[in-house]
């Protein structure tokens, strides 16, 4: 009788453990739904607001026939922005990466794209295009910056053993960068398609709130908000979960056939920095051009398109709005009195998500059953449309400051979180070896290895939260509480305040890329003490 070999021993084994982790994760979402569906079935929460998943599948059923028309319109919006999103990204990684002094220049576009909240610039897009432009458009904003970074990524990391093959048969730039960069990067691309998707799916229901079209998700949910039918605002909300859930599983799947590998979760919060450059003039004269482009570009738009003055605010006439005309006294204190009511909450709620997601993190690297338990959880919970969020937490929570907290805990929360777990996970095993040889307890083995090596993936979190927990914020204030910057601007939109319109949305991209630019600030300060390069 033949026996086994170490090698086939040990592949029986590693067999083994994933089908036990298989098993654990369906008990665990099979326990959830049953817990869901006592809850539900003895209305145990505010009276009814969370439905029985029994209950929200009998509605779906009853409201089928309104289904269809909601789910293409949506779906048409987020596959034409997430075509061309990602077309834009892949060309605009491989040109930072070719020519490193692009992404240098464009590094001011670039960040203003990732730190944008969607749903400040929704009710512009809606003023400005018609039809399915403005889902297009926002779609393909959310794709752009994880796609293009994914690029940047895959393709400087290509193996130099690879290049020089290449090279060594007559290969130039161009042909380096077809056979081997870009066949290298795949696995990096289709990782950022992954998160790109469900963007995208996002983006276009955004652009429904805002008042675009007459069919999509973000239509019917809205449409719905004020019957006081909880069944229904979930079957909706968790409709566009599975969509949005859906298109990320079909990247994982073509991810695993082409590569043999779907592990990557979540994608940099920042494309790799190129070289600094060693001429201070030469680093001030790109600093300003990175700097003034998106002003730059705002106001190239806009008379490409030839939008009428009253509508489309150019940086000048935001800045007459504001500082020139009569009522800008009055237009400052309310966007001064919106600013003080979002601000405060968006901290605290950033904050909390983020010691959450740090001290769950932890807890995985001690107790490895917990990220199998939470992983899934983390990976819905990230495909999860914001706005379908939103309106079902209003049932359960009410309208005030608990909603907004819940809902900014919820959404920097599960991204931060996986990306601290992946940071923590990939601390070598030697180096965790040293403190334990000398006795060092688990809790010691963090202190002094695992979490200052992971710092790059901390601050990689902490760059993610930023935006999102504005985002969450301000969805809050527009949906629900009737304050802030959110509400200001939802009104501004029924008043057809043109001014303020633009001014909450300006105002919003500029505080979450300050915000951004004080994490990369003290990350370099931090890292570059204990010479360390940032995560990319």
Sequence with gaps: MATK??????????????????????RNWLLLLVFWEIIGQLRLVADGALPAPSAILARMWVDWADYPPHIWATLEGAGAGFLIGNAVAIAAGVLFATFPLTQRLARGVNVALFALPPIAV???????FSDMTPRIILAAIGCYFVTMSATVTGIQQTDRRIVDVVHAYGGRQWKTLIYAQMRSAIPAILSGLRVAAPNAVLGSILAEFGGGGRFGLGVYLIGSLGRGEPDRLWGIGLSATVIAGLAYLLFSLIATRLTGTSKAVTVPASPPAPKAEKSMVLTLALGTVSFALPFLLWWLMLAIMGTPAMIAKTPVGLFDYLFMMPSSLVSLGKLATALGQTLPMTMVGMAVGLSFAFALALCSVLYTAIIRGFMPVAL???????????????????????????????????????????????????????????GAGPFRQLWLVSIPASLPYLFAATRLAVPRALLGVMIAEWLATGKGLGNLLNQSRGYLDYGMIWSVSVVSVLISVLFYQIVVAIEQRVLSKRGMAPAQ
């Design 122 to 128: 929704s009710p512009i897009l809606v003023i400005t």
């Design 5 to 26: 070999t170490p090698a086939a021993k040990t592949e029986s084994v590693l067999s083994l453990r994933q089908k036990l982790a298989r098993y654990s994760t369906v």
């Design 380 to 438: 819905v919970t990230q495909t999860m449309p914001l706005v379908a969020l939103t309106p079902l937490l209003v049932l359960i929570l009410g309208r005030g400051p608990s909603l907004i907290l819940w809902i900014t805990v919820s959404v920097t929360f599960f991204p931060a979180f996986v990306t601290m777990a992946q940071g923590l996970s990939m601390v070598s095993r030697a180096a965790i070896e040293v403190p334990k040889a000398y």
